[in-house]
T-cell receptor
Framework: AQSVTQPDIHITVSEGASLELRCNYSYGATPYLFWYVQSPGQGLQLLLKYFSGDTLVQGIKGFEAEFKRSQSSFNLRKPSVHWSDAAEYFCAVGKRETSYDKVIFGPGTSLSVIP | NAGVTQTPKFQVLKTGQSMTLQCAQDMNHEYMSWYRQDPGMGLRLIHYSVGAGITDQGEVPNGYNVSRSTTEDFPLRLLSAAPSQTSVYFC??????????FGPGTRLTVL
């Protein structure tokens, strides 16, 4: 069955430090992969996505993610975190059903940033 | 271009009451979805629609109904509210390839 795990429930980093959020998925083929960000009291916003091709994907707000097929991972990275990056981050896996792209979300990782 | 809109933003219900959460999108997307978000569980799919007149159940459909009479609107109905339905509800509109656009959410409390 399709599933997504985000091993870190909560991460705290200092402003200016680097960041890596982990995501592992379970799926029989190469899925679509997404990272979304949710600021407090807001809906989710797409940071980046991977469908095929280059395994290093660039997104908005200076984020990037790398698809590693051998590890079934799609970790999110940012070289220097800003205080405004404090939010909840969700990894998601999608696959094509007969008429719909079914998307499964991970449980989320909450990021706190120390000034 | 408003994207995906949801009303109301907040709602308090008593057990047994019914209500409808409204969702509308102006992007002409065929696919729309309803999710609920609970702490530590991510987003779970309630119902979805692949076009006007076509709906189907997601992961947690019990206690909820949907209909899709137009491309723009996808309301979610709670038939008889229960405390277990206290949650934040998100509507999403999907472009081809799974990328989803989310509304701002409705925070529902059932007493």
């Amino acid at each position: 069955a399709q599933s997504v795990t985000q091993p870190d429930i909560h991460i705290t980093v200092s402003e200016g430090a680097s960041l890596e959020l982990r995501c592992n998925y379970s799926y029989g083929a190469t899925p679509y992969l997404f990272w979304y960000v949710q600021s407090p009291g807001q809906g989710l916003q797409l940071l980046l996505k991977y469908f095929s091709g280059d395994t290093l994907v660039q997104g908005i707000k200076g984020f990037e993610a790398e698809f590693k097929r051998s590890q079934s991972s799609f970790n999110l990275r940012k070289p220097s975190v800003h205080w405004s990056d404090a939010a909840e981050y969700f990894c998601a896996v999608g696959k094509r059903e007969t008429s719909y792209d079914k998307v499964i979300f991970g449980p989320g990782t909450s990021l706190s940033v120390i000034p | 271009n408003a994207g995906v809109t949801q009303t109301p933003k907040f709602q308090v219900l008593k057990t047994g009451q019914s209500m409808t959460l409204q969702c509308a999108q102006d992007m002409n997307h065929e696919y729309m979805s309803w999710y609920r978000q609970d702490p530590g569980m991510g987003l779970r799919l309630i119902h979805y629609s692949v076009g006007a007149g076509i709906t189907d159940q997601g992961e947690v459909p019990n206690g909820y109904n949907v209909s899709r009479s137009t491309t723009e609107d996808f309301p979610l109905r709670l038939l008889s509210a229960a405390p277990s339905q206290t949650s934040v509800y998100f509507c999403a509109s999907t472009r081809g390839g799974g990328e989803q656009f989310f509304g701002p959410g409705t925070r529902l409390t059932v007493l």
